[in-house]
């Protein structure tokens, strides 16, 4: 019995981050929000099987994942694979000062099968961790690895940045600054 | 100094390039709006229907009852 305000305590400190997620899934306020409280319903349902001490961010995510899978297929929409029709020419330029909008970025992040945009969410947004987005998402290490990669260059591609890593201006100040330092 | 200082530079470059966890590290443009797009999301007010429905789940069903419940159905 002690357990349960802080099992409701928990949860609802996990909402904003779940829903975060959701946006980022389905890329639709309502249909999160409806992700969101499927999810609540399912964890409250499921609590017992949810170890503590374990992670509990992890193990929601991996519900509301599920969810969301399992209402696609339901609308009997089909998944989206990696190298699936929406390899989408359509290159978005970044603004006249050169710098990336927020907005353009949020059309590119759209533009990704949901595989990529799930894996480099998890990855470079939500803080997990190659070994947790791997557990939340059911696949290998290495696939997560590889979503991230190709989303990666995917966005590059389509928000017009060319290699930035080589190039871009933290890499020159970086040289600089190490071959000025005596 | 100045040639180590180089090498080290040069390293870290190479393994920024090949690892994928620098790939959206600070460095990368792709890695900070992707964290400014979500932290956006995460900052968005909540609203109340999830409070409410979690204060509802917890009074149809306490904690620990689910378990105390299964248990009795199975003996």
């Known amino acids: 019995m002690e357990q349960a305000p802080t099992f409701r305590v928990d949860l609802l400190a996990a909402i904003p981050s779940l829903r975060a997620f959701a946006v980022s899934l389905s890329q639709n306020a309502d249909r999160a929000d409806d992700l969101v409280q499927e999810t609540l319903v399912k964890a409250w349902d499921k609590q017992a099987s949810f170890q503590p001490g374990t992670n509990l961010k992890a193990w929601l995510f991996t519900i509301l994942r599920n969810e969301f899978y399992s209402q696609m297929r339901k609308r009997g929409r089909e998944v989206q694979d990696s190298d699936g029709a929406l390899t989408a020419r359509l290159a978005i330029h970044p603004a006249q000062h050169g710098l990336l909008d927020l907005e353009d970025f949020r059309k590119a992040l759209q533009l990704l099968p949901e595989d990529q945009r799930e894996a480099i969410i998890l990855i470079g947004a939500s803080g997990f961790s190659y070994e947790e987005a791997a557990e939340i998402c059911g696949c290998a290490v290495g696939t997560i690895k590889s979503r991230v990669s190709r989303a990666r260059s995917r966005l590059q591609e389509v928000l017009d940045i060319s290699g930035e890593a080589d190039y871009g201006p933290d890499a020159i100040a970086t040289q600089v600054m190490g071959s000025s330092v005596s | ?75």
Do not use: H
């Open chain 2, 1 to 75: 100094m100045s040639k180590k200082n180089d090498q080290i530079s040069r390293a870290r470059g190479a393994r920024g390039k090949n690892s994928s966890a620098e790939l959206l590290g600070s460095n990368s443009e792709i890695g900070r709006k992707l964290k400014q797009y979500y932290d956006e999301l995460v900052s968005t007010d909540v609203p109340d229907r999830f409070a409410n429905l979690l204060a509802e789940l917890e009074q149809a069903e306490p904690s620990g009852l689910a378990i105390v419940a299964e248990t009795k159905a199975e003996g």
